[in-house]
């Protein structure tokens, strides 16, 4: 049984911070989607959707892509959803009590042992999983929240990059505020702790007469049970699929390029009927493919993502193949 908590809104940085029109999401999320933002941002316009009712993103993450369209104008509101109970902390935090998550933040002691406190008992409250939940994503390798991944620099801290190499507390803070300002503003609509089902279920019944667009961004088809602390088993793709093939709102989906997630798709990719609004009819998605760019302190690796919708128009720049 989920727990469903909707809200609705009514030391020194190691590096030079200078303020922009940009607004970055405070998480560094594994799998993140910033670099689709160009892509959403010319998507909007092609199917003449700016300014947008509302956007949703029912695995939030990092929300940097509606955190970008907010910012920019483009959409007016955006509901978040995450079933992981310290990333919905985190949301709600830096929505509805941003000032007590700036202050602990500001008090943050940036060191291994606080990391091995905090990964060992995140906390009870939402104060304190949202707290817990932005010191490991910003401490951890690859921002992984999932046990297995550890501290930056490594439990002996012997490696150039340490443990506070990523923890920037006058930009992080300053993110913060501007998610606070945006929901103060009313433009964070709702932030739940629902899963995906439920989530679309919620904003269909309140927000059916809204110019809307889905944007669904899954655990990742391999690896997801490394990288997530709520990862995706196969029926529950399965059952996702079943859900974006029967929706009739607009939706876009990313996922890491695989067989088994084209085969869940591929039965409508021939389909050739378009009906008003823009939409295919139900159950025929269109899928394409785009290239990403993933980094670590490592290496820089590309990778095929799979971009599936149900809108007749998509911004052909960003597309290798359909």
Not at 24 to 42: A, I, T
Not at 199 to 228: A, H, I, M
Not at 287 to 310: Q, S, V, W
């Amino acid at each position: 049984m989920h727990t469903d908590n909707t809200q609705q809104a009514s030391s020194p940085s190691r590096r030079q911070f200078s303020a922009n029109t940009e607004l970055r999401s405070p998480l560094r999320y594994p799998g993140g989607k910033r670099q689709l933002v160009p892509f959403f941002v010319d998507l909007l316009k092609l199917n003449d959707q700016t300014p947008l009712d509302l956007f949703v993103e029912p695995f939030a993450g990092g929300g940097a892509v509606s955190l970008h369209l907010l910012e920019a104008g483009l959409i007016e509101r955006t509901v978040l959803a995450d079933l992981d109970p310290l990333v919905y902390a985190f949301w709600h935090q830096a929505c509805f009590k941003t000032e007590q998550l700036v202050a602990d933040i500001a008090t943050a002691d940036v060191t291994l042992e606080e990391w091995h406190k905090l990964r060992a008992n995140p906390g009870k409250t939402l104060r304190e999983k949202a707290y817990a939940c932005l010191f490991l994503n910003r401490t951890s390798y690859s921002g992984i929240l999932q046990g297995r991944a550890g501290p930056i620099g490594g439990q002996r801290q012997q490696s150039k990059y340490k443990i506070d190499c990523r923890f920037y507390k006058e930009e992080i803070i300053h993110r913060l505020r501007q998610i606070g300002r945006l929901a103060t503003e009313g433009r964070i609509a709702a932030v739940r702790r629902t899963d995906v089902h439920t989530t679309v279920r919620w904003v269909e019944e309140n927000y059916s007469q809204s110019r809307r667009l889905y944007y669904f961004d899954p655990p990742f088809w391999e690896k997801g049970e490394r990288l997530y602390r709520k990862a995706f088993r196969r029926p529950q793709h399965e059952r996702l699929a079943k859900l974006l093939i029967n929706l009739q709102a607009p939706w876009v989906l990313s996922y890491d390029y695989h067989d088994e997630i084209i085969d869940l798709y591929r039965a409508s990719t021939d389909a050739n009927g378009r009906t008003p609004g823009g939409l295919v009819p139900a159950g025929t998605p269109r899928l394409h493919t785009t290239d990403l760019t993933y980094c670590n302190r490592h290496e820089k690796r590309g990778a095929t993502e799979l971009i599936i919708t149900n809108l007749n128009n998509v911004p052909h720049d960003y597309i290798n193949r359909t």
